[in-house]
């Protein structure tokens, strides 16, 4: 079993080499001494969530919230290729948490919430930061959970018009919409990129409108289903990050990142 993450605000001051004494302390101290309970000789994981990372020793903790450690480098996970995006309108209650939790685990490297026509839930005002601030401690937790060291970006919510700007500079832009009267190409056979971004949108509970459908095919973006079946929005997201990373990423993947 991979080591347990943890969180630093960065590794300024910490060599390439690694240091000899290490403290983690503060919220993620507390996770690492009074929850997982580590003790001297066990492995872990430090990881500032942006590709930096290093394998660590455990060496003492001191009371309740500080975990001594031997930093044995400090290594940088490359850039992902291509890019997983996925733009999600925003679901009611807590699903959202839910769609961000899964994709997270999953590989995607940007979510961006969507304020779609048919969406009941608006973020608006103190709330929409809130909530806003819900999905990031999401994906922070999410990826820590994975034992990803480089977490998913949660973008501030876009309108339509915001999304189609972003779906015309991907390099590959799929709609995903499950509508039988819409022509809809199955996206296990549409040809992906190696590199550049991919961009995939999921609509809310009522679906998109036929407004919203032009507006992203203008600008280049492509109709796709997932299967048979029609998909919540707040799983239809990991299912089509899955999908793409099966014929792309995971194929090239021989090694576990910590192996490097």
């Known amino acids: 079993m991979t080591p347990p993450v943890f969180v630093v605000d960065s590794f300024d001051g910490v060599p390439p080499r690694g240091v000899e004494h290490y403290t983690l302390e503060g919220p993620e101290g507390r996770h690492a001494v009074s929850v997982k309970r580590l003790r001297p000789g ?5 990881t500032d969530g942006a590709g930096r990372w290093a394998p660590c020793l455990t060496l003492a903790t001191e009371g ?8 044995d480098s400090v290594r940088e996970e490359p850039e992902p290729t291509p890019r997983i995006t996925v733009v999600q309108a925003l679901p009611k209650g807590d699903r959202g948490e839910l769609a961000v939790e899964t994709m997270t685990e999953t590989g995607v490297d940007a979510i961006v919430p969507w ?3 048919r969406c009941v839930t608006q973020w608006r005002g103190e709330r929409g930061q809130k909530s806003l601030g819900k999905w990031r401690a999401t994906a922070r937790e999410a990826g820590k959970q994975s034992r990803r060291v480089r977490f998913p970006t949660v973008a501030e919510p876009l309108n339509s018009a915001g999304v ?3 779906l015309g500079d991907a390099a590959l832009a799929a709609v995903l919409h499950e509508d039988a009267a819409v022509p809809a190409r199955p996206l296990a056979t549409a040809a992906l990129p190696d590199e550049g971004d991919i961009v995939l949108v999921v609509g809310p509970e009522g679906g998109l409108t036929g407004e919203e459908l032009d507006q992203f095919r ?3 973006a492509e109709v796709h289903r997932l299967g048979p079946t029609v998909l919540r929005t707040s799983t239809a ?3 089509a990050v ?3 990373l099966t014929r792309t990423r995971w194929r090239r993947q021989d090694t576990h990142p910590y192996d490097t």
């Open 237 to 239: 997201g990991t299912a």
């Open 64 to 71: 309740k919230d500080r975990l001594v450690v031997r930093v």
């Open 242 to 244: 899955a999908a793409v």
């Open 42 to 46: 066990e492995p872990v994981t430090l």
């Open 164 to 166: 189609a700007a972003l």
């Open 218 to 220: 203008d600008v280049g």
């Open 115 to 117: 304020t779609a026509h």
